[in-house]
């Protein structure tokens, strides 16, 4: 079982970023999916969240700005960010979980600087 982020990096101010999260061993559609980061120096937050049903939410600081969803048949969940700002500066994570397992990826690193 494996999570796998893709497309972080470096971006100004008002830019913009896709994510992307692969999953190999399980089907991700059967799971509730959600993107997470972490600044250094704080605790692990949850930006976006989408349940097998298709149902997103998204933290305040994010709301309107980005989006999750999902390609069943890539097995893939992604994160489109626009107009970020510094504050969104931090290592994203992927997360798989129901009722029985908990999956974590790696983590891709977004640093958003002028």
């Known amino acids: 079982v494996q999570l796998v982020e893709s497309g972080g990096g470096l971006v100004q101010p008002g830019g913009s970023l896709r994510l992307s999260c692969a999953a190999a061993?399980?089907?991700?559609?059967?799971?509730?999916m959600g993107w997470y980061r972490q600044a250094p120096g704080k605790q692990r937050e949850l930006v976006a969240r989408?349940?097998?049903?298709?149902?997103?939410n998204y933290a305040d600081s994010v709301q309107g700005r980005f989006t999750i969803s999902r390609d069943n048949a890539q097995n893939t969940v992604y994160l489109q960010m626009t107009s970020l700002k510094p504050e969104d500066t931090a290592a994203y994570f992927c997360?798989?979980?129901?009722?029985?397992?908990?999956?974590w990826g790696v983590g891709t690193q977004v640093t958003v600087s002028s």
């Open positions: 989408m349940t097998s049903g298709g149902s997103a």
């Open positions: 061993g399980f089907t991700l559609s059967r799971f509730v």
């Open positions: 997360n798989g979980n129901n009722a029985l397992f908990d999956y």
